[in-house]
């Protein structure tokens, strides 16, 4: 079963303007979050992470929100460049897990100038 | 500060050959995971090391193995290939410690092995 899904697998915007990109977990012992942007050919880049015991976490133009109770985690990107353009994954971990990321599928953001 | 290293970047095996695949962690990071990316599974968890010790291990049979070196750098083998395996092997780091605080991991280029 998949513990981690993102529900769009694409997603296009208008350079400028917001990105938004969405996750859903079912497990509700994951407590910490994180999201990457992967380019073709190279690894996996960590942009932001979230802890359980917030609901909000930013730097720069990257925003993570994360509600519990929905067992939801959006990332917001604003302004949106054309340089953003990439694959997002979104990952959560149990407590204690050490390392044991568990992955969604991925949404490909197309920024378009 | 340099980022997680792995060689070799492209690799082909033929089937029922074994693999060694290297990742040379950021400096000072003690904590090593791999993880394979297919485009069926997407990216799935294989192992993590820490000082020298597999504290979790994720869904793979015992084909897939690894290892830790006192200098942090790990790596992982494969034997007896298969055709599924065949994938993008991608070498992670942190700062992780037992018990500690949780630090994001940081991923290398990973390394494209395809088996005929």
């Known amino acids: 079963d998949q513990q981690v899904k993102q529900n769009s697998p694409s997603l296009s915007v208008q350079e400028g303007r917001i990105s938004i990109l969405n996750c859903d977990y079912t497990?509700?012992?994951?407590?910490?979050f994180l999201w990457y942007k992967k380019y073709p050919a190279e690894g996996p880049t960590f942009l932001i992470s979230i802890s359980s015991i917030k609901d909000k976490n930013e730097d720069g133009r990257f925003t993570v929100f994360l509600n519990k109770s929905a067992k939801h985690l959006s990332l917001h990107i604003v302004p949106s460049q054309p340089g953003d353009s990439a694959v997002y994954f979104c990952a959560a971990r149990p407590n204690n897990a050490g390392n044991m990321l568990t992955f969604g599928g991925g949404t490909r953001l197309m920024v378009k100038p | 500060k340099a980022g997680v290293t792995q060689t070799p970047r492209y690799l082909i095996k033929t089937r029922g050959q074994q693999v060694t695949l290297s990742c040379s962690p950021i400096s000072g990071h003690r904590s090593v995971s791999w993880y394979q990316q297919t485009p069926g599974q997407g990216l799935q968890f294989l192992f993590e090391y820490f000082s020298e010790t597999q504290r979790n291990k994720g869904n793979f049979p015992g084909r897939f193995s690894g290892r830790q070196f006192s200098n942090s750098r790990s790596e992982m083998n494969v034997s007896t290939l298969e055709l599924g395996d065949s994938a993008l092997y991608l070498c992670a780091s942190s700062l992780l410690s037992q018990g500690g605080l949780s630090s994001p991991l940081h991923f290398g280029n990973g390394t494209r092995l395809t088996v005929t």
């Open positions: 497990n509700s012992m994951f407590d910490y």
